[in-house]
């Protein structure tokens, strides 16, 4: 176990966390996002990777360079400290996917709730940004009860378990007790009409 700790130690002194990581990461995304919208046609793939490279690397430079503290964020410290929590997200949003598909259910994104569904997981990741650039401060008092992880933790769970109790218990008909509402969000799931 030593020897792993040490490995990841000297990683992380050759600058791969800080440096490595954060300009791989913006690279694949400004590609990616350069490759599937075709601004340059369908021949431009040589200029996609140019200003991909040009990007990533005028994000990761000024963090190695120290210029970030001259603006008062480091953008490459925001990114490592919002990830963990972004992952977090992806792994409950897989996670209540696996337990659908447990129960005989196909997640498919389709009908009306699709857009909210997306909309409150682009606020949470918004926020999680926020939160570790400085930008967001602390939560109002009445809610800094949810900055502890084992409630957080909780909170994740019950939610996970009352959508699926929901769709579980759901009528087939759209006259159901759950509601229009459900009946939409619960068609994420592969519930049919």
């Known amino acids: 176990m030593a020897y792993l700790q040490n490995a990841v130690q000297g990683l992380k002194d050759y600058g791969v966390i800080d440096i490595l990581l954060p300009f791989m990461l913006i690279f694949t995304i400004v590609f990616a996002v350069l490759q599937k919208s075709k601004i340059f046609g369908e021949k431009g793939k040589k200029f996609n990777v140019i200003i991909a490279l040009v990007i990533g690397l005028a994000v990761v430079v000024p963090h190695v360079t120290g210029d970030y503290s001259k603006m008062g964020f480091d953008v490459v410290d925001t ?22 598909g447990l129960w005989g259910g196909t997640p498919t994104w389709s009908g009306k709730a699709t857009g909210w569904v997306a909309l409150v997981f682009l606020l949470v990741v918004g926020y999680i940004f926020l939160r570790a650039g400085g930008w967001a401060g602390n939560l109002p008092t009445w809610l800094q009860w949810l900055d502890d992880p084992t409630t957080q933790a909780v909170v994740v769970i019950i939610i996970v378990f009352l959508v699926i109790i929901g769709y579980i218990t759901g009528e087939d008909k759209t006259e159901s007790t759950v509601g229009k509402g459900f009946e939409e969000f619960s068609k994420l799931f592969g519930k049919k009409d």
């Open 79 to 100: 990114i490592n400290n919002a990830l963990p929590g972004v992952s977090l997200v992806l792994v409950i949003l897989i996670s209540a996917f696996l337990l659908v």
